[in-house]
């Protein structure tokens, strides 16, 4: 394998590897103050599409951890930048929170359920089957199908909740139509925020807790890869995959001396 670039950018997952269950994972402080500290372009991602920029910001920095806005970027932010670059000003009926219809209204779009032209579902802790129902027959009719991530499930304390990848099979079932994931391991997303901040993938790495998404999107937009232990992945999950992280180490404060 060719010797990689020094990395002179990081983009790094947040829960599961930043914080668990609201709260800061030992090395999350110290690794952003590195960071900030060091003046490198780094992005903190998650394909939650709940909450806009500046709320994680204010989420996070609750927890000690001082994040600025422009350093955060989200699957909602992802599918906004997406939608904005194949159909500027066009329209959607959108099944999401803030986060993701805050990011549609910044790009100019609509958001009607009359003939939009894409269905746009995201992360909700609220999902209708009205609004399932609706979203069926908009693509039925010709809408195109949007999803911010294909997570199956959520963490929340009291275990897993199904999550925006389980209600698009859902709605695929019911269509026929396969939705565009926007999020993690779409490299999409993590090439849209590696050109947010100026950095290049060859000299770029991506730190996370699954290896389905976030070593997976690393690995095919060319980043050096570095899997926590302190998420969703196991060491033993590791060979169930048909690819491998540049790196395991246990937990965020392994990196600090990595900035």
């Not at 699957?75 to 066009?90: E, H, M, N, V």
């Not at 991530?149 to 026929?176: H, R, Y």
């Not at 999107?217 to 590791?238: P, Q």
Request: aromatic share 6%; glycine share 10%.
């Amino acid at each position: 394998m060719a010797e990689r670039k020094p990395i002179e950018s990081w983009l790094t997952d947040m829960d599961g590897v930043l914080i668990h269950e609201g709260v800061p994972i030992p090395g999350a402080d110290a690794f952003i103050k590195k960071l900030r500290d060091s003046g490198k372009p780094f992005l903190v991602l998650t394909n939650n599409s709940i909450y806009t920029a500046r709320d994680l910001q204010a989420r996070l920095n609750r927890m000690g951890l001082d994040v600025p806005v422009d350093n955060i970027w989200t699957s909602a932010l992802a599918t906004a930048k997406f939608l904005d670059d194949q159909r500027p000003g066009g329209t959607a009926y959108v099944i999401g929170e803030a986060g993701l219809t805050t990011a549609l209204h910044d790009i100019g779009y609509v958001l009607t359920d009359h003939a939009p032209d894409y269905v746009v579902l995201g992360e909700t802790r609220t999902y209708s089957f009205e609004a399932m129902t609706k979203a069926v027959r908009l693509i039925n009719g010709g809408a195109r199908f949007i999803c911010t991530n294909p997570d199956e499930t959520g963490p929340s304390t009291e275990g897993p909740l199904p999550a925006t990848g389980a209600v698009a099979a859902l709605i695929t079932k019911a269509t026929g139509k396969q939705p565009y994931f926007a999020g993690k391991p779409n490299p999409l997303m993590m090439r849209t925020g590696l050109n947010a901040i100026g950095a290049h993938s060859e000299t770029s790495a991506m730190i996370g807790d699954r290896m389905d998404t976030d070593v997976l999107a690393g690995l095919e937009a060319g980043m050096e890869t570095f899997l926590v232990l302190t998420g969703l992945t196991t060491r033993a999950d590791i060979d169930r995959h048909p690819f491998r992280p540049s790196n395991v180490v246990n937990s965020i404060a392994d990196l600090v001396d990595r900035v």
